[in-house]
Antibody
């Protein structure tokens, strides 16, 4: 069965960076885009960006360009997101998702369990 | 960016009740609209894709409809496990893909 297993919670200082992982299993990793979604405390969901593991191609929400860097390791079927120059606004839960991409279709069909990032001195 | 407005933001309801959640886009989105459910433990799963298609494994009491700028999710008869947060998400034309503000379905 498809699973996306994310790394554990992180407590980081303002101005620092954090890198989180999303290990995929149960499907061919290189066949599906992986998207990342932010959920600030008590708020809705924001799409950050996506990466296609086969080629490394990425698409970003303009809001997160310069903030988020997406990479993959095909050998371990793992996607990574690094967030830089962290501020309190980056404190949130971050989800990785698999993207189902087809004719007329685009949706997040599997989600990781989420990673809580807390930015505090 | 396309803005998605979900109503209501919270909804008290009873077991067995029929409920409808609405989602309005700031411009027409050609049925490119999905629905997700988030449980209190944070787990998120898709319910409906492309306006009205039921994701595999989702009970048939869930349904979606709409066109143009207005879309809705209906639960025909609430079960205990349905009390959760619900989000719509559009994917029309080009990124960024955007979500509605969410609807919290609460037990009355």
């Amino acid at each position: 069965q498809v699973k996306l297993l994310q790394s554990g919670a992180a407590l980081v200082k303002p101005g620092a960076s954090v890198k989180m992982s999303c290990k995929a299993s149960g499907y061919t990793f290189t066949d599906y885009w992986v998207s990342w979604v932010k959920q600030s405390h008590g708020k809705s969901l924001e799409w950050i960006g996506e990466i296609y593991p086969n080629s490394g191609a990425t698409n970003f929400n303009e809001k997160f360009k310069g903030k988020a860097t997406l990479t993959v390791d095909k050998s371990t079927s793992t996607a990574y997101m690094e967030l830089s120059r962290l501020t309190s606004e980056d404190s949130a839960i971050y989800y990785c998702t698999r993207v189902y991409y087809g004719l007329l279709l685009y949706y997040f069909d599997y989600w990781g369990q989420g990673v809580m990032v807390t930015v505090s001195s | 960016d396309i803005q998605m407005t979900q109503t209501p933001s919270s909804m008290p309801a009873s077991l067995g009740e029929r409920v409808t959640i609405s989602c309005r886009a700031s411009q027409g989105i050609s049925n490119y609209l999905n629905w997700y459910q988030q449980k209190p433990d944070g787990t998120i799963k898709p319910l409906i894709y492309y306006t009205s298609n039921l994701q595999s494994g989702v009970p048939s009491r869930f349904s979606g409809s709409g066109s143009g700028t207005d879309y809705s999710l209906t639960i025909s008869s609430l079960e205990p496990e349905d009390f959760a947060m619900y989000y719509c998400q559009q994917y029309d034309s080009s990124p960024p893909w955007t979500f509605g503000g969410g609807t919290k379905l609460e037990l009355k």
